[in-house]
């Protein structure tokens, strides 16, 4: 049963298993929606060339509420997958670059804001792609073109 705890230590074992390869010299690490929790505590607890995040989440709280707004006060014990990213994010200290749309229908573009403005990096920057759908990103150019450009840039 994946919990919060589980997925955040298959992200450290991911990671470790790849960095140990003899042909691996530099890690990106990378999520997409939920992914971009446990990407985000990976970049927080190993060392990483680039945070790459799109359509990222402040906290698991602003990704449920979207659905059904009553996760707040003691129903927040409900949740089983709590993935603060906001409190992970101030640990990273590579290069960051978060991608949000205004007219995602999952991911609050206020919680993508929300994540960006505890970024701990100083070289962290927020991409919006206004008028795209949450499965739209990986179809839209300037996502594609900004992200193929930091991959370049950190690797």
């Known amino acids: 049963n994946p919990t919060g705890d589980s997925i955040r230590e298959m992200a450290l074992a991911s990671y470790d298993e790849v960095a140990s390869w003899p042909t691996t010299s530099e890690v990106i690490?990378?999520?997409?929606?939920?992914?971009?929790?446990?990407?985000?505590?990976?970049?927080?607890?190993r060392e990483?060339?680039?945070?790459i995040l799109w359509a990222p989440y402040a906290n698991a709280y602003d990704l449920y509420n979207n659905y059904l707004d009553i996760f707040h006060?003691?129903?927040?014990?409900?949740?089983?997958?709590?993935?603060?990213?906001?409190?992970?994010?101030?640990?990273?200290n590579c290069p960051i670059i978060i991608f949000a749309s205004d007219t995602d229908e999952v991911i609050p573009y206020q919680s993508s804001r929300d994540l960006f403005a505890n970024a701990?990096?100083?070289?962290?920057?927020?991409?919006a792609v206004p008028g795209i759908s949450h499965n739209d990103f990986f179809l839209t150019d300037k996502v594609l073109d900004n992200t193929c450009g930091f991959i370049r840039e950190v690797a």
């Not at 999520?31 to 446990?38: A, K």
């Not at 006060?73 to 709590?82: E, I, N, Q, S, T």
């Not at 701990?120 to 991409?127: E, Q, W, Y």
């Open 29 to 45: 690490s990378f999520g997409y929606s939920i992914g971009t929790g446990p990407a985000t505590y990976l970049a927080s607890e």
């Open 73 to 92: 006060g003691p129903f927040k014990l409900m949740v089983r997958y709590k993935m603060d990213s906001y409190k992970y994010i101030r640990d990273v």
């Open 48 to 51: 990483v060339a680039g945070l």
């Open 120 to 127: 701990g990096s100083s070289s962290a920057s927020f991409v």
